[in-house]
């Protein structure tokens, strides 16, 4: 007795025998049997006590029973029907006798509630157990569904006949109705009967008293639900196919994803290959491939961890010829079954000798290759293997597979869709955006650009451009949208803001000029559309900084605003009027004006560095600060603490463009202004305090020209500018820059002198000495400069 049985188990006389044929256990119920006590025939070979010295023979299935002749101690012989069971490897495997003792059942009396039951007719397996949980009494449909015959039976307990642990655990729960009395119904499906692979049945316990209302057994009601649980079990592959399949657009993590869910749900091992893309970037071709033809293995997934070691291994190609199934399902286009039994197995693995000995080492026993296509367009084959399962595929799983692999199909060539574009917007916005800043005397900028880690590449850049009178402006904004519009949209407005840089717009009128510009791209993008509303927004902020005041003049449109960092204080926010989206139209932008230190560092950034869905934008801002207050040595490593403090789990959802600039004040000594009468014989003496100021400054080599280019733009701004007139000069290590101020708003123009003029010479010649020259408008008129290499005069 024990918990789990808490009846006389000697009712049933059992044993157990190795697989050498020595008996290893003998129950209280055999030597009822048999007269034998334990210690005299335990460790002793099982055939010794089989009637007339006939050997013993164990049975090839698991279980199987039959009548033996026994020879009792005594020396009669005892013929019995005899159950035998092989026991699970981790019991042992060894194989287990049982039969019950003549008599088995309780002896019952007329009218007993256990006789009232109609077992024949009932269509459904039913078994009848008494208070022992004994066998009383079964249908036919019952004795079918185990496989063995009823009468010989009777008197063993269900985990006796069934021999598995399922069976085990079905009367547990008769025990349980047994000592309640309430009905209960097992819910798992558990696999019964000769063919147990084939079947699944969901048992039904009830109790069965007497008139008294006396529990007096259970009643056990078999009912086949092969039909639903297999229909049950395909529409959960092909609802976790929908789910668990495509969670990325990377084509190696969605073809593992189509193994991993249909193993073991579907198989033991399934392997997938891809064709590998056109070297061209084309498309791949419509319609069944032709082979031979080179597959690559993308994907792998075992039942058993490490077994089987992949013939292929993952990134390798492999060519499979017609004579292969992976072969015959991509020549025709359909799924191709082979099955060991049929013979087929072998012809078909005969292309590959190594594959052919896995075959028979794992015992693999059926094969399916089913081809992955998606669009008209075969991308691969997807193998699927059993060799655990005992069962062949059937038409179900066929089905079965041809919808989880198709599903696969869709997300596999959307994955290598959006691959082909992400790296065509990729190398579109590197061509696009500043390979190496320049190096100017105003600033020392750093900057970085990380593409979306799933959302692909957008349309975030950066700039700094040069301007004149030593100004640089530093530029940071972001296109509505990701892909290749984006990146190429990207490219027209970083066009636009340096031909407006050129023309030394302030900031906020800059911006009205680009909001024009978004605007009319917007409105081109609906043209194509073809009455489709095709949106194009941006957001941006504009900073000038100019070394010499050592201010910055900033505005934004619908941007972050910049972080500043003192040379000795925390990283503080710069609070900038707000501004509308590029491409809203009809609202005015707004300017800021700081007076910073030398060695203040700005931190222009892109919305992406900051906002993700697992945390707002203030936290992000905090992140961010922190990473800044850290102080590293250079801006290359700012750049790079800042995106390692930044970056949340799993990448950022959006594109990010991160740009600082440390700045610089250009030293008083290397500017030097005058103010200019406005008389043309005074040209002279100011010609000559140039000259002596290069002296000064030991750029002598430059007098020659800076006295003719001078000379030029001063008599110009005498003749046709509007007094107050000033002179100023600057220069650093490599330029010298002339720049001539009026209060005229008249800006002046190249044009070719013909022979007989007496003038119109000077700005070409000016422009013939310079590196560069231009006009800029100012709020009290008009500056005219030359910049002039002093590289080049040394």
């Not at 079954?337 to 075959?359: C, D, I």
Request: glycine fraction near 8%; proline fraction near 8%; hydrophobic fraction near 40%.
């Amino acid at each position: 007795m024990s918990p789990a049985y808490p009846f006389d188990e000697a009712a049933t006389a059992r044993a157990v025998v190795d697989a050498h044929g020595v008996l290893v256990e003998w129950s209280e119920g055999a030597r009822r049997l048999l007269g034998w006590a334990p210690e005299e025939v335990v460790s002793r070979p099982a055939a010794t006590l089989l009637a007339g010295g006939a050997p013993l023979t164990l049975p090839e299935d698991d279980r199987s029973g039959g009548t033996l002749a026994l020879r009792h101690r005594d020396g009669h012989t005892v013929s019995v029907w005899v159950l035998a069971h092989r026991r699970p490897p981790e019991d042992g495997g060894d194989w287990l006798l049982v039969t019950p003792l003549e008599g088995g059942p309780l002896p019952v009396q007329d009218d007993h509630p256990l006789d009232r039951v109609l077992l024949t007719q009932s269509p459904c397996a039913v078994a009848i157990y008494d208070e022992r949980l004994r066998l009383h009494s079964m249908n036919d449909a019952m004795a079918e569904a185990l496989g063995v015959p009823g009468e010989p039976m009777r008197g063993l307990r269900l985990s006796e006949i069934g021999g598995r642990p399922h069976s085990m655990d079905i009367e547990a729960q008769m025990l349980r109705v047994l000592t309640t009395g309430r009905g209960h119904d097992v819910q798992t499906y558990i696999p019964m009967g000769s063919d147990s692979s084939s079947h699944a049945w969901l048992a039904r316990i009830s109790p069965i008293t007497d008139d008294e209302g006396r529990v007096r057994g259970v009643c056990v009601a078999a009912h086949d639900f092969t039909e639903q649980y297999r229909a049950r079990e395909r529409l959960q592959l092909v609802n976790e196919a929908s789910v668990r399949i495509g969670t990325t657009l990377d084509v190696t993590l969605t073809a593992q994803e189509l193994a991993d869910v249909c193993v073991p749900a579907l198989a033991d091992f399934v392997s997938v290959d891809l064709v590998d893309p056109p070297e061209d970037g084309g498309e791949l071709p419509i319609g069944p491939l032709t082979v031979p033809t080179a597959l690559r293995r993308v994907a792998h997934r075992s039942v058993r961890p490490g077994d089987p070691d992949p013939v292929v291994p993952a990134g390798q190609c492999e060519v499979y010829p017609a004579a292969s199934p992976q072969g015959a399902s991509l020549l025709s286009g359909q799924p191709i079954v082979v099955a060991k039994a049929s013979g087929e197995l072998e012809t078909w693995l005969a292309w590959h000798p190594e594959l052919g000995r896995r075959v028979e080492r794992l015992g693999i026993h059926a094969v399916m290759s089913v081809p992955i296509r998606a669009r008209g367009v075969t991308l691969g084959v997807a193998v699927f293997t059993r060799f655990d399962q005992p069962a062949a595929f059937m038409p179900d799983d066929v089905l079965l597979a041809e919808e989880v692999t198709a599903r696969a199909a869709v997300c596999i060539d959307n994955a290598r869709r959006y691959s082909r574009e992400r790296e065509t917007a990729l190398a579109l916005q590197r061509s696009l955006l500043p390979r190496t800043l320049p190096r100017t005397a105003a600033v020392q900028a750093a900057s970085r650009y990380l593409p979306a880690a799933r959302a692909g590449v957008g349309g975030d850049w950066f700039d700094v451009i040069p301007l004149s009178g030593m100004r640089v402006a530093l530029v940071v904004g972001d296109v509505l949208g990701h892909g290749v519009r984006a990146s190429a949209t990207m490219g027209r407005l970083r066009t636009a803001v340096r031909t407006l840089a050129d023309i030394d717009l302030a900031p906020d009128e800059l911006l009205t000029h680009l909001d024009d510009v978004v605007a009319r791209m917007s409105d081109e993008a609906d043209a194509e559309g073809e009455g489709r509303p095709a949106e194009v927004g941006a957001s941006c902020l504009y900073a000038v900084y100019d070394p010499v005041s050592r201010r910055c003049v900033l505005a934004r449109a619908g941007h972050p605003s910049p972080v500043l960092l003192p040379p000795d204080g925390p990283p503080l926010r710069i609070e900038l009027p707000p501004g509308p989206p590029l491409g809203v139209g009809g609202l005015p932008f707004e300017s800021a004006e700081l007076d910073l230190r030398e060695g203040s560092v700005l931190a222009f950034y892109t919305s992406g560095l900051i906002e993700h869905r697992a945390r707002d934008a203030d936290a992000g801002h905090r992140l961010l600060c922190e990473a800044l207050a850290e102080r590293a040595g250079s801006l290359e490593a700012a750049c790079d603490r800042v995106l390692h403090s930044v970056v949340p789990t799993g990448g950022f959802a959006d594109d990010v463009a991160l740009l600082l600039a440390r700045t610089r004040g250009l030293p008083t000594c290397r500017v030097a202004t005058w103010d200019i009468p406005a008389d043309p014989s005074l040209v002279a003496p100011i010609r000559k305090q140039v000259l002596d100021q290069l002296d000064g400054w030991r750029l002598s080599l430059a007098a020659f020209t800076t006295e003719l280019v001078v000379s030029e733009l001063v008599t110009n701004a005498i003749r046709y500018g509007t007094p107050p007139i000033r002179l100023r000069l600057i220069h650093d290590d490599t330029h010298l820059i002339c720049e001539v101020s009026d209060t005229s708003s008249t800006a002046p123009h190249l044009r070719r002198a013909r022979t007989w003029d007496e003038g119109g010479r000077g700005l070409l010649l000016v422009a013939q000495l310079t590196q560069r020259w231009g006009s800029r408008h100012t709020a009290e008129g008009k500056t005219i400069w030359a910049e002039l290499s002093l590289r080049e005069e040394e």
